[in-house]
């Protein structure tokens, strides 16, 4: 291909094909959602609210593996090449959780799915911020987010059509899944006209290569010194040997890793995959029958897709530190009244709509601050030989608290209720503030590499991580 004209239109065409894997990652985890209830049926799946449970998780169990050999294979083979490689895997699972004959298949092709979910969460992110200029970034990697709750809302969607459309047929959930492999063939045939990440060619000494890119998603008078750049970072680099876990023993790397591990955990303790996977179970248990709840949860997606543009914009105007802290001030509040109401309104008529209209301002502070950020700032602060597998680990921790809060959710709604359950998440919520407020840092308008200079400098002159918020 020759040089490309128009840098800014064929940065949003590379955003738009790689966030497909956002898509396949939004659907996936949101289809079941509105398919448990199908599924469960005597004459289908048969599921108990444990079986249910390890359905649902078993997906967010492979996504932690997924997310860790992810990383490391795309450190070492490149990004665009494992993007398509995962399509054909999101393609195969799709295709045998869709004809899974009983819970043992199920269960395995959704550890298998989740194989790609995990992987995308950690590559996508990271291909758009390594191609992203510094002032774009922001933006384009939370395009991912915008992405990813657009499957959901389409996951929703599809639901609530079919279920009301063809509810009779108890088979419906298998077409509610088989849906997705769409957007996986749409991922496979994007990603062959993507070029590589430029930053990751010039980690494997592809500098010529590295810079005919730069070429193609640059202004002219940005090629020279963000090239000049990567070259300085990658000669400071050089020599040294494939990055691996024991690189945990240098300090500072050690404390980026432990401020990812906890931007992660924070993000999934809110609670919010309670909502996306179970939403049409909640709005069951707060008094909507089964078509009703499929309809109702096409507002949280809605929702969900809208506060995702806001909070684009809002990335624009504001720091990731004191969005983060008012998304989790907002999560936690409504997650405190949900459980509030549920408990003193408990059997009333208005109690799903309360919930409803709780679980969409819930909502709107999750993917509106919470979410964008997370994503953002998993990608932004890992230096480049590090950054597959400082966001492997980071990932692989989300997941797996991801994966125990879908298998114990509804286990607990059936033993402890739909108060008690929202009163652990309050409490969840109300840690989570405490740790951003003692050590998130600010990245916002800083190139990759100056972030790597910072989190080398003052990490290793300051045990405090939060220190880098304040330097100049």
């Not at 949003?12 to 094909?17: E, H, P, Y």
């Not at 395995?108 to 758009?128: D, H, K, M, T, Y």
């Not at 402890?416 to 003692?438: E, P, Q, Y």
Request: glycine residues 10%; charged residues 15%; positive net charge.
């Amino acid at each position: 291909m020759g040089k490309h004209r128009n840098p800014s239109s064929f940065l949003r065409t590379i955003a738009f094909v790689a966030t497909f894997g956002g898509i396949l990652f939004g659907y996936d985890t949101g289809v079941i959602n509105g398919a448990l209830p199908y599924m469960s049926g005597k004459d289908q799946l048969n599921l108990t609210p444990v079986t249910e449970g390890l359905v649902t998780s078993t997906l967010l169990f492979g996504a932690a593996f997924g997310a860790v050999f992810g990383g490391q294979l795309s450190d070492r083979y490149g990004r665009r090449k494992n993007l398509l490689y995962l399509a054909v895997l999101f393609f195969l699972a799709t295709l045998g959780c869709t004809l899974a004959p009983n819970v043992t298949a199920m269960v395995i092709c959704r550890i298998l799915l989740g194989l790609a979910v995990g992987a995308a969460s950690v590559i996508v992110p990271a291909f758009l911020a390594e191609m992203a200029p510094a002032n774009q970034r922001g933006r384009m990697v939370t395009m991912q987010d915008l992405m990813v709750v657009t499957g959901q809302l389409l996951a929703y969607i599809f639901n609530a059509i079919l279920g009301n459309t063809m509810g009779d047929d108890a088979g419906v959930w298998r077409y509610m899944l088989v849906i997705a492999t769409l957007p996986a063939v749409f991922l496979w045939f994007g990603m062959l006209i993507v070029p590589e990440s430029p930053r990751w060619l010039a980690s494997k000494g592809k500098m010529g290569d590295a810079l005919r890119v730069l070429q193609r998603v640059r202004e002219e008078n940005q090629v020279k010194s963000e090239f000049s750049e990567i070259q300085t970072a990658v000669s400071e680099e050089s020599g040294k040997k494939q990055a691996t876990l024991k690189e945990l023993a240098v300090p500072w790397v050690r404390r980026i890793v432990f401020l990812g591990i906890g931007i992660s955990i924070v993000q999934q303790i809110t609670g919010v995959n309670s909502i996306m996977y179970y939403g049409t179970e909640i709005l069951k248990n707060s008094g909507f029958n089964t078509e009703g709840a499929l309809i109702a949860n096409i507002a949280n997606g809605i929702v969900s897709v809208l506060a995702v543009f806001v909070g684009i914009w809002l990335l624009g105007k504001f720091g990731r530190r004191p969005m983060l802290l008012t998304g989790l001030i907002g999560t936690t509040t409504s997650l405190l009244l949900i459980g509030i109401f549920s408990s003193i309104l408990e059997g009333s008529p208005a109690l799903p709509f309360v919930v409803l209209s709780l679980t969409v301002t819930f909502l709107a502070f999750q993917q509106g601050a919470i979410s964008p950020v997370t994503w953002l700032m998993l990608s932004e602060i890992f230096p480049l030989r590090l950054r597959g597998l400082g966001m492997g680990v980071s990932v692989f921790c989300l997941w797996i608290v991801n994966f125990l809060i879908g298998l114990l959710f509804p286990v607990l709604l059936a033993h402890i209720g739909l108060s008690t359950t929202f009163f652990i998440f309050t409490a969840l919520g109300i840690l989570a503030i405490a740790f951003v407020k003692k050590y998130l840092p600010e990245t916002k308008g800083r190139t990759l590499e100056q972030l790597e200079h910072y989190f080398r400098t003052y990490g290793e002159q300051d045990p405090r991580i939060d220190t880098i918020r304040e330097a100049k």
